[in-house]
């Protein structure tokens, strides 16, 4: 009975345990505790992935899903004191650029047809009426073609398409675009290993008062990068559903490696991940640092304060203060002193989109506006979305960009595709890959606007 009554307490004490563990799990503080240095590191990224996915889409609110047309013309104008005035003999081309540019107009289409697995996608530019560029690519009976103007007369089939094949009733675009990157999240955390973690005591401001925390380090070269990131193709290309959603973006995408000669960072270059931990496990400060021999540029996230400092060689150049709300985000950015240099801000709602954009420094100034509109919206049938860009550059004196951009999008659920494919040819009876021709085609086009 003596024993029974002195192993009481102790039983109690593991209950209240018990109760007080189920609590701080409730609460996520213990799950933030026991969090491995890798999640912890990943943990925005992982954020992120979760606001995408829950992230409502278009088609809440326009009825109008993964059966869709979207044609779309395409204007500019530009202006620029700068070099269309300019008398200098190398500025040519820049003014020749300008003016044709202003005489372009480009259509593009977008139709995605989901029930019947079929996708075409179009770009025709136009100068002054004259067609200067034409692009297709299309998508069925699980086939690829391709149609590039100048190059080739006819479509070309360039072997099998599994993009719809991880597109069903149950899935959407979007839910292969959230199951990748959940895997790449997860290779990063399995090919990071603990012991490329270190760990020491370090006292820091946060929020301006000074913080004994635990702080983590990781570091990467340039060989260790490459290695990660060729880690992580591998895990995607063993995943079945994985490498059937990339090789449907991408036919090449199983050959796809990175070369040990690929250059990320130079040989006296790193880059490095602080996190400063509290005794919960909580990251406190999040800091990327990039070292350049002698120099450091680093960039810390305060998640408490969600404050941003940009700093080079232990100076702070900008301070960015992000004030979050429901449909509206803002960014202002403060100089080393304090002083308001500029504000980015964007708004969202089911309609309407906008973000504006003012930074003035030094004597240059940037403005920059984006609005996107629906209007005339038939549910679940049409509707018209408006998109306008602008942008100013400029100095007190001098007028060096004014760029307006206008995107009028027709968007239905007709997605009728009649494209002739009957005398096409097969990419393996060409010199040259898909890519090197479009990309042969582009340059061209880019020369006729400047004039060559």
């Known amino acids: ?40 590191m990943l943990y925005i990224f992982d954020t992120a992935i979760e606001k995408l996915k829950v992230a409502p889409t278009k088609n809440t609110y326009t009825g109008i899903g993964e059966n869709i047309s979207i044609k779309s013309n395409i204007n500019l104008e530009i202006e620029s004191q700068k070099y269309q005035e300019s008398l200098i003999p190398e500025d040519q081309t820049i003014k020749n650029l300008i003016t044709n540019l202003n005489q372009t107009t480009t259509d593009l289409q ?19 009426e004259s067609k200067i560029l034409d692009l297709k690519l299309l998508i069925e009976n699980s086939t690829e073609y391709f149609f590039i103007d100048g190059q ?43 012991e490329e973690f270190r760990t020491i005591k370090e006292q820091i401001d946060i929020d301006g008062k000074p913080r004994k925390l635990n702080k983590t380090t990781i570091e990467f070269d340039n060989t260790r990068l490459i290695q990660l990131f060729n880690k992580v193709l591998e895990d995607l290309k063993n995943d079945e559903r994985s490498k059937n959603i990339l090789i449907g973006y991408d036919n090449d995408f199983m050959k796809t490696k990175i070369s040990k000669n690929k250059i990320y960072l130079q040989k006296d270059e790193k880059l490095a991940v602080y996190m400063h931990k509290n005794f919960f496990g909580r990251v406190e400060k999040y800091e990327l640092i990039k070292k350049e021999g002698e120099n450091e540029f680093r960039y810390t996230y305060e998640p408490s304060t969600n404050l941003i ?80 860009l602008k942008l100013k550059y400029y100095k007190a004196t001098e007028n060096i960009l004014n760029l307006k951009v206008n995107f009028n999008n027709q968007v239905s659920s007709d997605t009728k595709i009649e494209e002739d494919t009957s005398n096409a040819i097969f990419a393996s009876t ?19 606007l400047k004039g060559e």
């Open 1 to 40: 009975m003596a024993s029974s009554k002195k192993n009481k307490p102790n039983r109690i004490l593991f209950y209240i345990a018990v109760v007080i563990s189920f609590a701080l799990i409730g609460s996520g503080i213990l799950l933030s505790f026991i969090a491995t240095p890798q999640e912890s």
């Open 110 to 128: 977008f139709i995605h047809d989901k029930d019947n697995k079929k996708m075409l996608v179009t770009v025709e530019s136009k100068k002054a």
């Open 152 to 194: 080739i007369g006819n479509y070309v089939n360039n072997g099998n398409s599994t993009y719809f094949e991880n597109i069903t009733s149950e899935t959407t675009s979007k839910d292969n675009i959230v199951y990748v990157l959940e895997q790449i999240s997860k290779s990063l955390k399995k090919n990071i290993s603990n």
């Open 309 to 388: 400092y940009i700093v080079e060689n232990n100076i702070v150049k900008k301070k960015l203060q992000l004030l979050l709300e429901t449909n509206k985000t803002e960014i202002i950015i403060y100089d080393s002193a304090d002083t308001e240099l500029g504000k980015l801000t964007y708004t969202s709602t089911d309609d309407k989109k906008t973000l504006t954009y003012l930074m003035k420094e030094n004597d240059e100034i940037t403005d920059l506006s984006f609005e996107s509109k629906i209007e005339n919206l038939k549910k679940k049938k049409s509707y018209t979305e408006v998109i306008d």
């Open 430 to 448: 060409l010199e040259e890959k898909k890519e090197v021709l479009i990309d042969k085609r582009i340059n061209e086009t880019y020369k006729i």
